[in-house]
């Protein structure tokens, strides 16, 4: 039991990193119907930006962990949605009222540049980090086990739940979530009644790069290690975890991460961890066979 409690705290710490990501998926699915396939290397690149800022910030005297954490999150966040803005401008816009693929093709080609510019640029060895937030609870002990809830554990979990409670008001509560809502149902007439389609699209790509930063943060602190091919990887799996939950939905991307996340840490413990993602896809199938619009996801009407 001890031990099934320790996999299942691992799995829902695993789980909101995924489910971090996934929420910029989803939100550029929703308004344009489109996958950014380059988001899972602007997370790496959010991961990148915040290892440089710790480094730079202890060079300059910034002992303070708090502060420091702060400000990391602050660079991070503002220079990665440089890197989302940049996407949007130069990967989509231009190719928006093409044919499908060409966006998909122009973003996978995006991804690309942007792991080899990270690669030339911090080289191809893994990055470390020491910790930076250490301690953590024992919630049960026993002799032959002890169930551990590091504080970096409590922070990666608090901080998806925080996020994804203020990115659901600002969608449902604020003038761009109104903005948003309206492109997701029709780009043309959303234009027509005088939305600035543009300005709430490379929006919705700046506030998906933020939380992509933020999710690099999160694996930084949690794994200690970052290289520039963590992107694709993670991506894979967030995307996985958006169209299991129901891409479009954000509390279906993050439960879509959760479950991910503890699919594939079970799954590891229990069994052979080298089908762990044979695992986890297996399921994102039968859920779709059954659900095809994922688990909270909502069926697509055709316009006509």
């Known amino acids: 039991m001890e031990y099934f409690l320790q996999q299942l705290i691992n799995g829902l710490t695993l789980g909101s990193i995924y489910g971090l990501i996934a929420i910029g998926y989803t939100m550029v699915y929703g308004i344009i119907g489109m996958i950014n396939f380059a988001h899972g290397d602007v997370f790496m690149v959010g991961g990148f930006i915040a290892l440089i800022a710790f480094l730079a910030l202890v060079a300059i005297g910034v002992s303070a962990i708090p502060l420091a954490l702060f400000l990391v999150l602050l660079i991070a966040m503002g220079l990665t949605a440089l890197y989302g803005w940049t996407v949007e401008r130069f990967a989509y816009r231009p190719l928006r009222h093409s044919f499908r693929?060409?966006?998909?093709?122009s973003a996978i080609g995006m991804s690309i540049v942007l792991q080899n510019y990270v690669q030339i640029v911090q080289g191809?060895?893994?990055?470390?980090?020491?910790?930076?937030?250490?301690?953590?609870?024992?919630?049960?002990?026993?002799?032959?086990?002890?169930?551990?809830?590091?504080?970096?554990?409590?922070?990666?979990?608090t901080t998806t739940l925080l996020l994804l409670a203020i990115f659901s008001w600002l969608v449902a509560r604020t003038r761009l979530g109104r903005d948003m809502r309206a492109c997701e149902q029709d780009l043309k007439m959303a234009s027509l009644v005088g939305i600035n389609i543009d300005r709430t699209i490379s929006l919705t790509f700046v506030i998906g790069a933020s939380l992509a930063a933020v999710a690099g943060i999160m694996y930084l602190l949690y794994y200690g290690v970052v290289d520039f091919h963590i992107g694709f990887v993670a991506g894979v799996k967030a995307f996985t975890a958006a169209v299991l939950g129901g891409i479009g939905s954000l509390p279906g991307a993050v439960l879509g991460g959760l479950l991910i996340g503890l699919i594939e840490t079970f799954w590891s413990?229990?069994?052979?961890?080298?089908?762990?993602?044979?695992?986890?896809?297996?399921?994102?199938?039968?859920?779709?066979?059954?659900?095809?619009?994922?688990?909270?996801?909502?069926?697509?009407?055709?316009?006509?």
């Open 269 to 304: 413990a229990y069994f052979s961890i080298e089908y762990k993602d044979v695992a986890a896809f297996s399921v994102l199938i039968i859920v779709l066979i059954f659900l095809p619009s994922g688990i909270l996801g909502r069926p697509e009407v055709e316009k006509v």
């Open 124 to 157: 191809a060895r893994v990055k470390p980090l020491p910790p930076l937030v250490e301690g953590g609870h024992t919630l049960i002990a026993s002799e032959d086990f002890a169930v551990q809830l590091s504080n970096v554990q409590i922070i990666v979990v």
């Open 101 to 105: 693929l060409a966006p998909l093709i």
